[in-house]
């Protein structure tokens, strides 16, 4: 399998997103076969347009479900809203950029892109997190038509293409988000619908 668009490239990290979501969920240890058909599935499906990757509504609905903390780290001191992919870059001013961030994550983040921020610390990214981050580089690239552009020749992006992952590690070493989301007193569905990747 050669990846040469910037579509394929996103479509790639989205289908390996989707592979990890099921493992975590199923609380697998390592990928399997089930993971791996899912991952080939959603890759062509995406590719073929036969698939389409989840709406940012998602996204949003979950994040006004969850308690109020820090996307990085958890905290819920001294939160204000941050930037996921920064404005300086052309990242919109709207809600679905916006996550909670602590005053320590925020200032030692700065105006940096979060994935490129993460990549430094070498942590990899919650895999909610990288969902609304993929969701909005795919939107993006749509919106400038660039999906079917090769990637060595893509213009300056809003996101980082080279932070975004290509290879995940396994699954006993991710976590859905900052902190643990399926806990009893959580309503049942809302670990069916961050399931949903796809
Ligand atoms: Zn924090």
Redesign the pocket.
């Known amino acids: 399998m050669e990846i040469t668009t910037l579509g394929e490239l996103l479509h790639w990290s989205y289908a390996n997103l989707a592979m990890a979501h099921s493992a975590i969920t199923a609380k697998a240890e390592k990928y399997g076969r089930t993971q791996f058909m899912i991952r080939s599935r959603l890759y062509k499906g995406l590719n073929n347009q036969t698939m389409s990757i989840g709406p940012l509504a998602d996204d949003e609905r979950l994040k006004m479900v969850l308690p109020q903390a820090?996307c990085?780290?958890g905290?819920r001191d001294y939160l204000s809203v941050d930037h996921l992919i920064p404005t300086k870059r052309g990242g919109a001013n709207t809600g679905d950029n916006l996550v909670w961030?602590?005053r320590?994550?925020n200032s030692s983040k700065c105006a940096r892109d979060a994935l490129v921020w993460l990549v430094e610390k070498n942590q990899f990214p919650p895999i909610l997190l990288l969902r609304r981050y993929l969701k909005l580089a795919i939107e993006m690239s749509r919106e400038g038509n660039l999906m079917d552009t090769p990637f060595a020749e893509a213009p300056e992006l809003p996101f980082s293409l080279s932070a975004i992952p290509q290879a995940f590690p396994q699954p006993s070493q991710l976590r859905l988000w900052v902190v643990e989301i399926a806990q009893p007193g959580v309503p049942g569905d809302l670990a069916h619908k961050a399931a949903q990747v796809a």
Do not use: F, N, P
């Open positions: 820090c990085y780290c905290s961030a602590c320590s994550c």
